[in-house]
């Protein structure tokens, strides 16, 4: 039963919250505890094959992919100095391996602005090992990016997020996890800056899901996954290299905040996650609501910006027959207030998606 749990809550990769993951490890971790199953929705299709009964022993072999972020494969958010939009297209995609408690995993991403013709596509590759058990989880993935080198933007990028997880069956502490995080650009530069050393991205994150009730002992199971991350950036305009998705490439690192003709000088990056979960089951239905907040500071050479995020999740699953489940998940974002040097801002946008699925776990 917890693996088929554990199957039904791979969602929402995309979320504005779901931070540093280079490598979706919903997708290795699924692949190594899951069962043969196919997972189909608005936000990813994908499958799990166990090829232990094919074979006339227990051989934990299965073969995992996955088609990403569908909602998201179009994107025209992004406004041009002119007032026009910019039209995206941002395929992503991911496929693997397992064998007993070990997975390995190969993630791309592309983009391509095909709002303008003939323009380059970015393209970004990752490649992860990862480990589960009942105590343990392992996700070590390396990613590396290649953007256009007719800019001075990103030409290439290489990053790594290890993560090691502790699971708890019992307690207050259901997990804990710690994550560090190197990522590294090398950038074309127009003009003579001075030290060409590439900019670079030190940093990690602590998570801890804090239960305050379980479904041993109540009806309503309630956690805290609560979340604390600290990213420096050396010579790097913004701390949050990561070349695990291909539209990171077109950024550029290099030049200072302030003064684009300028070598960058340090940066920060930090924040805080605060929500709170709350489940309940009623036999073959379960649900779920996750308000939360989020705290974030970005601290340049000659500035500082600071947002209070908002939002909430939520899902509804049921399970018709022993082998079909259905579900809707729905999220909304927005950012309340904001504080860019002395100036603070109040801001009301807000933005939402909703996951319609099914899994057929055969």
Known sequence: M???IFLLLLVL??????????VDKDNMHNLIEGITSTRFGSDRVSTIYDFAPLMNHNTPFKLG??????SHIIDNSYINSDGTRKLSFIPKGFIGLSYGIFGFGYQFNLYNDISEKNRPVAHSHSISFGLATAKYRLSFPFSFSFGDNNSY????????TPKFSFMFRGGLLDEFTI???????????PNEVGN?????VIGGSLYGNIMLTRFDNFPVQIG??????????????????????AEDALNNYYYNDANQTERATDSMRFYVLLPAKFEVKLGAIYTYI????????????????????????????????????????IYAEGQGIMRKSTDFDINNAFGGGIDVWGIWRY
């Open 196 to 200: 060409k050393t590439p900019p670079m």
């Open 65 to 70: 992919a996955s088609i990403l972020d569908l």
């Open 224 to 245: 805290l996954p609560v979340k604390l991350a600290f990213y420096y950036g050396i010579g790097a305009r913004w701390a949050t290299i990561d070349a695990g998705y």
């Open 153 to 160: 933007g990103g030409k290439m990028s290489l990053s790594t």
């Open 179 to 189: 994550s560090l995080h190197y990522g590294m650009q090398f950038s074309n530069t």
């Open 13 to 22: 990769n995309s979320f504005a919250f779901a931070i540093d993951d280079m």
């Open 290 to 329: 996750m308000p939360r907040l989020m705290f974030e500071g970005q601290i340049y050479k000659t500035d500082g910006e600071y947002n209070l995020h908002y939002g909430v999740e939520g899902e509804m699953q049921i399970t018709l027959i022993e082998n079909l489940t259905f579900g809707t998940t």
């Open 2 to 4: 917890k693996k088929i």
